[in-house]
């Protein structure tokens, strides 16, 4: 379905583990190895300084094991609708791409479907505004479902599986010029931001809260009598902040309420209200 694309409300609200404990896990536990190989065990002294290079070794490959516990990840938005029925191949697609540890990916519903004859329990007018945000952005005269975004970029068809993964494994070639991490603490969420190149662009930072219903009846509708799986279903998009790109940075994000099966909690760097994505980070509850 298309509408007319109309001037998005800009006051919608937005939102929030690192490496570095398991570096310093890793650096312990050698220390505590190296310190044991010092002393006499019943080991040939000769056994014991040939083990000592491989240890120290370890402690220099650690920085970049750690790195690869938290791959950059590519950023996957889809506007889609219960009302829509174009929509369940682009929802399974989507529901395929949130398995990957590579791909945050989203489910944005919106409600301009709602007048057939079923209102979408999962829709929010601020997706809506998203997508006409995006859509103006790029110059179109109107928004469709099943839509992805990818990265804030690249646009296509929903259900359009070659051109999804194409556009997909493109942008994990592209460089992440800022890392983003989200850890528990006391009263909520700390984000940290920080820079992977100098000079690297400012952005705003979306904390959005996501989760895994339980398989949709849809009753009413061009969807009628069809049951609908959906995943990564955003339920809030909030502005947790901005960042300058000049140096790492910490923000403080609420703890969500109200815990929902397959429930997550994801913070997306974005220059702009919509625009490219500079980094993302997410945290299963």
């Known amino acids: ?9 800009r006051s919608q609200p937005a939102l929030r ?26 080991l040939r002294e000769g056994a014991r300084l040939a083990a000592l290079p491989l240890i120290a070794a370890l402690v220099l490959l650690a920085p970049a094991r750690a790195e690869d516990r938290s791959a950059p990840l590519t950023v996957v938005e889809l506007f ?16 395929e ?8 990916a989203l489910s944005l519903h919106v409600d301009y479907w709602d007048y057939l004859g079923w209102k979408d329990a ?9 997508q006409v945000a995006y859509g103006e952005a790029a110059g179109a005269r109107s928004v469709y479902t099943p839509q992805i975004i990818v990265q804030g970029g690249e646009r296509m068809v929903g259900s359009h599986r070659d051109k999804v993964l194409a556009a997909v494994a493109a942008a994990a070639e592209s ?45 009413k509708g061009e969807n009628a009598g069809r049951e609908v ?15 300058d790109g000049a140096a790492e940075a910490v923000y403080a994000a609420p703890a969500p309420s109200g815990e929902a099966p397959g429930a997550g909690v994801a913070v997306i760097l974005q220059q702009g209200y919509v625009g490219p994505v500079l980094a993302a980070a997410r945290l299963a509850r």
């Not at 989200?182 to 989760?211: C, K, M, N, Q, S």
Request: charged content about 25%; some cysteine; proline content about 10%.
């Open 1 to 9: 379905m298309r509408v007319r694309s109309r001037r998005p409300v």
């Open 17 to 42: 583990a690192g490496p570095g404990r398991v570096l310093r896990s890793i650096r312990r536990a050698v220390a505590t190895a190296l310190s044991a190989l010092r002393r006499p065990v019943g």
């Open 80 to 95: 889609t609708s219960q009302g829509c029925s174009s929509c369940p191949p682009a929802d399974e697609l989507l529901a």
């Open 97 to 104: 791409l949130a398995a990957r540890p590579d791909v945050l």
């Open 122 to 130: 999962f829709a929010m007018p601020a997706f809506t505004k998203r």
């Open 175 to 219: 460089p992440r010029l800022a890392a983003i991490s989200i850890r528990d603490a006391d009263e909520g969420l700390e984000v940290r931001v920080r820079p992977l190149v100098a000079g690297a662009p400012g952005g705003v930072l979306w904390f959005v809260t996501f989760h895994n219903p339980e398989p949709i009846l849809i009753p």
């Open 229 to 243: 799986a959906y995943r990564n279903v955003a339920r809030s998009w909030m502005k947790l902040g901005r960042w």
